[in-house]
């Protein structure tokens, strides 16, 4: 499209600035991180932590692993073995953890049609790819003690295993590895609906989901967890991912 200084005061609903440019030529691995042997510990572990604080069902798990493993394919990281949960709770959520960890909510599974299972989906795929859990670990205090003692793990049993879980029960209960900053958000978003097509969803999932949870958050917030409550603005986040979608198509 070609654009003429007339069309960007007459026509106020397209946003032209790419609001994905810092995120397209990124590369992604875990130079520098963990790497992948002991992030598939740690997430083992995580998990561990996660099923203490949370009831875990196979209410809806088979439709989540379907249209999860075909994201997770369709992601720039598809050789990681992606395990999807789903907790049983009244909140709107999910949230991922490093190794590949996808948890939803019963209520967000109910909520959602398969594009918009799959939007969430992608999205905390995302998260996994761009490694955005192992980058906040790496900055925490614990960082050297975690992943000495990772190196040392050898099975979930021992005084390693026992000290290492009370150090990520802390991490899972305080919320450190699954909050995310804002920029990370709009990566993992933009990640997710670049990988829609490819799975064989409909990117206006992503639209309807957001503008889902945007009712929510009108009506009953306290029932937003952090896929929603944190971080960018819903309508910002609507209107990025129609630039993409227009964009993919333009391509
Ligand atoms: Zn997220």
Same mark, same amino acid.
């Given at each position: 499209m070609r654009l003429q200084n007339h069309a960007r005061t007459t026509t106020t609903f397209i946003q032209y600035d790419d609001?994905?440019?810092?995120?397209?030529?990124a590369r992604?691995?875990?130079?520098?991180?963990?790497?992948?042997?002991? #992030? =598939?510990?740690?997430g083992t572990q995580l998990h561990r932590e996660v099923t203490k604080k949370y009831n875990l069902t &196979?209410?809806?798990?088979? +439709?989540? &692993?379907? =249209?999860? /493993?075909?994201?997770?394919? *369709? %992601?720039? $990281?598809?050789?990681?073995l992606y395990k999807f949960h789903v907790i049983q709770s009244r909140e709107f959520n999910g949230f991922s953890l490093p190794g590949g960890h996808i948890?939803?909510?019963? *209520?967000?599974?109910?909520?959602?049609?398969?594009? #918009?299972?799959? %939007?969430?989906?992608?999205?905390? =795929?995302?998260?996994?790819?761009? $490694?955005?859990?192992?980058?906040?670990?790496?900055?925490? /205090? #614990?960082?050297d003690d975690i992943a000495k003692s990772l190196g040392d793990l050898t099975?979930?049993?021992?005084?390693?295993?026992?000290d290492l879980g009370v150090a990520l029960g802390q991490m899972v209960a305080g919320g450190l590895l699954t909050i995310h900053t804002r920029d990370e958000e $709009?990566?993992? &978003?933009?990640?997710?609906? +670049? *990988?829609?097509?490819?799975?064989g969803f409909d990117q206006q999932g992503m639209i309807t989901m957001f503008q889902k949870l945007q009712r929510i958050e009108g009506t009953n917030s306290d029932l937003l967890g952090s896929l929603f409550s944190d971080h960018p603005d819903a309508q910002e986040r609507i209107d990025s991912t129609r630039y993409e979608i227009a964009r993919m198509k333009r391509r």
């Open positions: 609001p994905y440019s810092e995120f397209r030529n992604y691995s875990n130079a520098g991180l963990l790497n992948e042997r002991d #992030e =598939i510990k740690l &196979d209410v809806g798990l088979d +439709r989540v &692993d379907r =249209i999860g /493993q075909r994201c997770a394919r *369709a %992601s720039l $990281r598809p050789a990681m948890y939803v909510t019963t *209520a967000l599974v109910k909520l959602a049609n398969d594009n #918009e299972l799959a %939007s969430v989906l992608a999205h905390e =795929i995302g998260h996994v790819v761009a $490694r955005h859990s192992l980058k906040t670990l790496k900055q925490s /205090q #614990e960082y099975g979930v049993a021992g005084d390693v295993a026992r $709009r990566e993992a &978003d933009f990640l997710g609906v +670049r *990988a829609m097509p490819k799975a």
